[in-house]
């Protein structure tokens, strides 16, 4: 049983920074492609972030690229977004997804795991 476990979120201004991270088991992080997606009030879930189950790959969402940065910690069960230069458009609610194939990751299809989500509200 995949579970995933977000945290971090809060308030922040505009420009400043924030850590999300995603707690699982180890054998999940790293069996699992993970990633984050994001959903905004009034709006679909969008993806933001992806890495693969071997760690050699990411992938940014165009609106975050440059500013935010996945990875996976030293103790290999946790996977944080880094987020950086925050913007008003960055709030939402950010949910972790562990899914068993990185293409279908990236489109939130197929064998998927999600957390309950994080808030995260950015005030201009």
């Known amino acids: 049983h995949v579970q995933l476990v977000e945290s971090g979120g809060g308030l922040v201004e505009a420009g400043g920074s924030l850590r999300l991270s995603c707690t699982t088991s180890?054998?999940?992080?790293?069996?699992?492609?993970m990633g984050w997606f994001r959903q905004a009030p009034g709006k679909e879930r969008e993806f933001v972030a992806g890495?693969?189950?071997?760690?050699?790959?990411?992938a940014y969402s165009d609106s975050v690229k440059g500013r935010f940065t996945i990875s996976r910690g030293s103790t290999k069960n946790t996977v944080f977004l880094e987020m950086n230069s925050l913007k008003t458009e960055d709030t939402a609610v950010y949910f972790c997804?562990?899914?068993?194939?990185?293409?279908?990751?990236?489109?939130?299809?197929?064998?998927?795991?999600w957390g309950k989500g994080t808030p995260v509200t950015v005030s201009s």
């Open positions: 997804q562990a899914n068993g194939n990185w293409g279908a990751l990236l489109s939130a299809s197929g064998l998927t795991y």
């Open positions: 180890e054998h999940t992080s790293i069996t699992y492609a």
């Open positions: 890495l693969s189950w071997d760690g050699f790959t990411t």
